[in-house]
């Protein structure tokens, strides 16, 4: 079964920058969004930024003009460049890509800001 499979995750001061990336094991057809989730204790899962295969993105309010979201031309892989790291930012981050039948999780990535 193919799986997503997020790295980049780790310790950051505040002010620092993380890059994540999302790969699939395998091939995918018929994605129609790519996004990432984050979750943090206590707190619901909430949406950092989507990216649809013509480009078109979207972010949450509280990450606009901080992240960015790319994926490479083949559509496979998907990242996310965090800048301007804020404690509130520290949380597990998911990667999702949506098809029409359903989707597909990763497993998550950690990434802790340090005030």
């Known amino acids: 079964q193919v799986q997503l499979v997020e790295s980049g995750g780790g310790l950051v001061q505040f002010g620092g920058s993380l890059r994540l990336s999302c790969a699939s094991s395998?091939?995918?057809?018929?994605?129609?969004?790519m996004g990432w989730y984050r979750q943090a204790p206590g707190k619901q899962r909430e949406l950092v930024a989507t990216i649809t295969p013509g480009g078109v993105t979207n972010y949450g309010d509280s990450v606009k003009g901080r992240f960015t979201i790319s994926r490479d031309n083949a559509k496979t892989t998907m990242y996310l460049q965090m800048n301007s790291l804020k404690p509130e930012d520290t949380a597990v981050y998911y990667c999702?890509?949506?098809?029409?039948?359903?989707?597909?999780w990763g497993q998550g990535t950690q990434v802790t800001v340090s005030s």
């Open positions: 999702n890509y949506k098809v029409v039948l359903g989707g597909y």
């Open positions: 395998g091939s995918i057809r018929g994605i129609y969004l």
